[in-house]
């Protein structure tokens, strides 16, 4: 499996308490320094794609400057609504003076790991992958790296989940879920993202399927709806788009925020 790692920063850089944006393999990755240690995660929030780097740091947590979601730097769990998947993590290292970072996220380097062992062999187990963890910053001596107590926990979970993990959401994901930002709905005046209308988005090679709701069962503007939504995804990801429109019946209660439509959180 791939074990790659890139110097993204030197120590000193980056300040106790701020935040670096850099390109991991083209993705944005935020690199944050917080109590003399590193943690870096994929600079997007879960809930629109909004930056999460343009966001207020308060200790470990960050929160997003678009909606108000929040989350912890060190798992990339949510802690705040209105989001409600974790943002992808990758892993942190210090050789010498060099910050470095996973080139894949620690869901991707576990499931490869895991995908990597035999089903069945008299031959000693391969060895695991190097942890998932954010090293202290200026402590790293050789090739070592150094775990973060606060990060070991869900490193601990990972390695005892299944290896069919449904893995987190891709960049690409999240990127087309920003592009719904814009698409509005004509009689309501909120976007179909505000609306919860957006169930599952699925990117595979050569097509991207979008399930979603309608407000009413005979929405007038659904051929409109469906049309805005593919040219949002095609923006993105150009490659031919499904909507799919999903029988269930709409509530406020799917709204990330039904205050906007003056009911009560």
Sequence with gaps: MSDRFMTVAKVGEIPEGGVKVV?????????FHVGGQYYALADLCTHDGGELSDGELDGHVIECARHGARFDIRTGAVLAMPATGA????????????????????????AAHAAAKPVASTAPPAAAPPPCTD???GQAAGRRAFESPAASEPAAASAAAPAMATPAPSLQEFAVR?????VMD????????????????????????V??????PFCPYAPQLT???KQAAMSVVAQPCEVEILPDAWSPELMPDPGLLGFST
């Design 23 to 31: 390109r991991v393999d083209d993705d944005p990755v935020a690199v």
């Design 87 to 110: 943002v992808p993590r990758h892993a942190v290292r210090v050789i010498g003076d060099q910050i470095q970072v996973a080139c894949e996220t620690c869901d991707e380097r576990e």
């Design 178 to 182: 920003a592009a719904f930002e814009t």
């Design 227 to 229: 049309e805005d939504v």
């Design 211 to 216: 399930r979603m709701l309608l407000t009413t």
């Design 186 to 209: 004509p009689e309501i005046q909120l976007s179909v993202v505000d609306l919860g209308l957006i169930r599952e988005v699925v990117i595979k090679p050569g097509r991207t399927l």
């Design 135 to 137: 090293a202290p910053g």
